[in-house]
């Protein structure tokens, strides 16, 4: 078969079998898979077909102008309110980011002869400072945390945590038994992209 009628749907499970033996974490493959996805839906909203011959820089950079005119709707999500607001150019960066993982791997398996992306500037990100916290607004953070109870004592831990060690929500989520060491006071977080790092316990939390 010519490689150029392979099915998007094939491509994609092999890309997440490839990236999943690499040891990428199954937060990446999803997000790996719903980005290329969304590409996979513009195309044939273009009325191409789901194949390899479809995936081409000039369709990329039309996906791009695509996602950089695209208004996000949240009216069934409580917590985000916000309707017909552009996405944001991190946004618009990570799907873009992904076709090219993807093109890499498309010109390193043979599936095509030369990386198809290659001198396709992706779009730039709008940096934003995060400003960090006040002690005021710490203090008011926990004096929200139910007192005496197991569930507050849960809640005051994570929040100690978050704040004292700077981790992302998701590096706390993905943290088990075996990576918290307590009597010692470090916790051990791992990442995709490197072998850990050691964050000191607060002492309130131990």
Not at 96 to 104: Q, Y
Not at 108 to 132: C, D, F, I, M
Not at 140 to 166: E, M, N, Q, S
Request: hydrophobic share 35%.
């Amino acid at each position: 078969m010519d490689k150029r009628n392979t099915p998007f749907d094939r491509l994609i499970d092999d890309f997440l079998l490839a990236k999943r033996s690499a040891g990428c974490s199954e937060k990446t493959l999803s997000w790996y898979r719903d980005n290329i996805l969304n590409y996979q839906r513009f195309l044939e909203g273009e009325g191409n077909p789901a194949l390899l011959k479809s995936f081409s820089a000039d369709s990329v950079r039309r996906y791009t102008v695509h996602l950089q005119g695209r208004r996000v709707k949240f009216e069934n999500n409580p917590l985000r309110r916000t309707v017909g607001q552009a996405l944001s150019s991190q946004t618009v960066f990570g799907y873009v980011a992904t076709l090219g993982v993807f093109a890499t791997w498309l010109a390193a398996e043979g599936y095509t002869r030369s990386n198809l992306l290659q001198g396709v500037p992706r779009p730039r990100k709008r940096k934003t400072a995060v400003s960090g916290l006040s002690r005021e607004e710490i203090e008011r953070l926990l004096a929200r945390v139910p007192k005496h109870t197991l569930v507050g004592t849960r809640d005051r831990a994570i929040l100690i945590t978050l704040l004292g060690c700077g981790l992302r929500a998701s590096e706390l989520c993905d943290l088990t038994l075996n990576e918290a060491h307590i009597e010692e006071g470090y916790l051990k977080v791992l990442g995709h992209e490197f072998d850990g790092v050691v964050a000191q316990i607060a002492s309130e939390v131990q």
